[in-house]
C-alpha cells in the first residue's frame, strides 16, 4: 500500500511506521539490516532525505542503529510478552524477561470520579477516587505509562505505598488487599500522544497499545480501573485462560 500525500501525516512519518512494522514481521531478519537508503528511497517514491528523517526517528527509539560503512542496524530487542489471565501482575509478568523491573510514581491525587470511572469501579459518578500515574520500566526501558483510579475510601495511602515499593500489588497489600482478580481487559492501539513520546521515549506517530482494564476483590467488588499505554514495538500480549 502507497505512501498518502494528502493524509496529513508526514512522510517520513509515515516510512517509520512502515519500516517500524516491517521490522515487527520480521521481513529483514535475515540480513539484520535495513536495505540501504537509496533502496528504500526507491521503494517509498520519496527522496533520500525523507527517508533520513525516518531512520533518525527510528535511531531515537532504539530501533535501528546508523554504522559507517555498514549501513543501518537493526537494534530493537526481542518485544517483553505480557500475559493477560485471571491473575494478571505486570511485574511478575514482565519479571522473568528482564534483569530488573521498576514502577515509578509521576503524579497523584483525589478527585471525583468522572461517569467512565464510576461506571467501571461500581461507583456513584462524583464519588472520590485516587488517581495514581505511574510508569514501568524493563531494563531501563519504559515499558508501560497508566493512570490508575482506585475507591478513596478503601485505598487511603496507596499513593504513599506504591511510590515506595514501585509495585501495584504490595500497594494493594498495604491497603488489605492480599490477591485480587482481573475481570476486564479491553485492548485497542492508536498513535502516540505527546505524554506517550516523552515518557515512552517514543518519536511522534509511534504506534501504541492501549489497555483498560478493571480488578477486582475475591468477592468481585472492583477495586481498581487503569488505563495503560504500550509501545507496540517493545511489548505483546498474550491472553491466556
Known amino acids: 500500500m502507497g505512501l498518502q500525500k494528502q493524509k496529513g501525516v508526514a512522510l517520513w512519518r509515515q516510512i517509520s511506521d512502515r519500516i517500524r512494522a516491517n521490522i515487527a514481521a520480521g521481513l529483514y531478519d535475515a540480513s539484520g539490516k535495513l536495505p540501504a537508503e537509496k533502496l528504500l528511497a526507491e521503494e517509498f517514491s520519496v527522496n ?17 542503529r546508523a554504522v559507517q560503512g555498514v549501513g543501518t542496524i537493526i537494534e530493537r530487542r526481542d518485544k517483553f510478552d505480557f500475559p493477560i489471565a485471571l491473575r494478571t ?7 522473568a524477561q528482564a534483569r530488573e523491573v521498576e514502577g515509578l510514581l509521576l503524579a497523584s491525587a483525589v478527585e471525583a470520579a468522572s461517569s467512565e470511572t464510576a461506571r467501571r469501579l461500581g461507583l456513584e459518578p462524583g464519588a472520590e477516587v485516587i488517581r495514581l500515574d505511574g510508569i514501568r520500566k524493563a531494563d531501563g526501558r519504559p515499558v508501560s505509562r497508566s493512570t490508575m483510579w482506585f475507591p478513596a475510601d478503601r485505598f487511603a495511602g496507596i499513593d504513599r505505598a506504591f511510590a515506595q515499593t514501585g509495585s501495584i500489588t504490595q500497594a494493594l497489600a498495604a491497603c488489605g488487599i492480599d490477591d485480587y482478580l482481573r475481570d476486564l481487559t479491553e485492548i485497542s492501539a492508536t498513535h502516540a500522544e505527546p505524554d506517550d513520546v516523552v515518557e515512552l521515549r517514543l518519536t511522534p506517530g ?21 488505563m495503560t499505554r504500550f509501545p507496540a514495538d517493545r511489548v505483546q500480549f498474550t491472553v491466556r485462560s
Do not use: K
Request: net charge positive.
Open 48 to 64: 533520500r532525505h525523507t527517508v533520513r528523517a525516518a531512520l533518525a526517528a527510528l535511531a531515537e527509539e532504539g530501533i535501528v
Open 89 to 95: 501482575r505486570l511485574t511478575e509478568g514482565i519479571g
Open 206 to 226: 509511534a504506534i501504541v497499545l492501549v489497555t483498560r482494564a478493571v480488578n477486582t476483590d475475591l468477592q468481585g467488588r472492583p477495586i481498581q480501573y487503569a
